[in-house]
Each structure stands twice: as structure tokens, then as C-alpha cells.
């Protein structure tokens, strides 16, 4: 695939239709600056306003943007919440659409085979290989990506984390858990990295 990449990027290259500092401008910003930082701030954002929380669920897109965020593969967004009852995850069985604008580059895992097919067949093992154990009563609900609607998992709120601010918020928010296969991490997580 690498190298099916570079033949194809030297043939644009060479015709003229691309230009090579553009293409190293985007994947520079993808791989430095576009990260789940900012899906983190959406979650944080929605964990401590209701009124964003609210504005996310009804419309993803103009919430995201609020904050500066969206653009390219995250122009019609929606904001799946996990509660008690039910556990989100979310997939892309055809390809491997992602929410690049708040979540980055997505991990080589999303584009498996592998994943693709067994989120939507048996998305307990998948997440129980992700050590997310889940009660027995929680549905899971599984969401598939597509070219037209990404969709951007706002975890639970840890325990132990009233009166916490935005930005301590945000620094539990993990990728994986704004994709689904595992929960937000726990405050003591924080106390350990630091
Ligand atoms: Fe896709």
C-alpha cells in the first residue's frame, strides 16, 4: 500500500494536479497538530455545560465547529452519548471513514478487516478485547461511518471528578474512547502519568 501510495502521489505529482509541499502541509497537520485533543475538548466541553452537551446531541457539526474544530471527513458529524444503559461504538464496515477533524488519524486497528467485521458481529468480545468489560444489561449500540456522517462517542464522566475544569476533563478523554471500545480514563490514571 506504501508504495501504491508513492507511485501514485509522483504521477500527480509529476502532471502538476498536486503539489508535494501541500500534501507534506496536510499530513504535517494531521500528524502534529489534528489529533484527539480536540475531541477531547468536545467531550470536556459537554461534560461541564449542558447547553453544549445539549447544542452536541442536536447538531454535532455546528457544535465542533463552535470550538474551532471540523473541516475535511468531519463535515456532518453526530455525537453518540454512553450512559448506564447503553454503550456506543462505532465502525466502518465498508472502508474506514473517521472523524479525522477531532479525532486525528485514525489507529490501524479501525481499518482492520478484523474490526470492521467483528465491532458489528460481536461487538462484546471486540470490546472485552479492549478490557472494556461491560455489564450484562448494557446494549451496545454499533454505528457505521460512512463518506457523508462520522460519528464521535462522548464517553461517561468518570466518578471523583466534580468541580474537576475543562482542561483536567479533557486529559481523561482518551482516543479510544471517543471511538467506543473503552471508557474515559479514571482520575487516578492522571495522578500516575503526571
Ligand atoms: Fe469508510
Not at 454512553?82 to 471513514?97: E, I, K, R, W, Y
Request: hydrophobic content about 45%; proline content about 6%.
Amino acid at each position: 500500500m506504501d508504495a501504491r501510495v508513492r507511485a501514485l502521489e509522483s504521477i500527480l505529482v509529476d502532471k502538476g494536479y498536486v503539489q508535494p509541499a501541500a500534501l507534506d502541509e496536510i499530513v504535517e497537520a494531521y500528524q502534529t497538530r489534528i489529533g484527539p485533543r480536540g475531541g477531547a475538548r468536545v467531550v470536556a466541553r459537554a461534560w461541564t455545560d449542558p447547553a453544549y452537551a445539549a447544542h452536541l446531541a442536536a447538531d454535532a457539526t455546528s457544535a465542533i465547529a463552535e470550538l474551532d474544530l471540523g473541516g475535511r471527513q468531519g463535515e456532518h458529524m453526530v455525537a453518540v452519548f454512553n450512559d448506564a444503559g447503553t454503550h456506543h461504538l462505532v465502525v466502518c464496515t465498508l472502508c474506514s471513514c473517521y472523524p479525522w477533524a477531532v479525532l486525528g488519524i485514525p489507529p490501524s486497528w479501525y481499518k482492520s478487516s478484523a474490526y470492521r467485521a467483528r465491532a458489528v458481529l460481536e461487538p462484546r468480545a471486540v470490546l472485552a478485547e479492549f478490557g472494556t468489560a461491560l455489564p450484562g444489561d448494557t446494549r451496545i449500540r454499533v454505528w457505521d461511518s460512512t463518506a457523508e456522517i462520522r460519528y464521535l462517542v462522548v464517553p461517561r464522566r468518570p466518578a471523583g471528578t466534580e468541580g474537576w475544569s475543562e482542561d483536567q476533563l479533557a486529559d481523561l478523554v482518551n482516543r479510544d474512547s471517543m471511538i467506543g471500545v473503552r471508557p474515559a480514563d479514571e482520575p487516578a490514571a492522571v495522578g500516575n502519568r503526571s
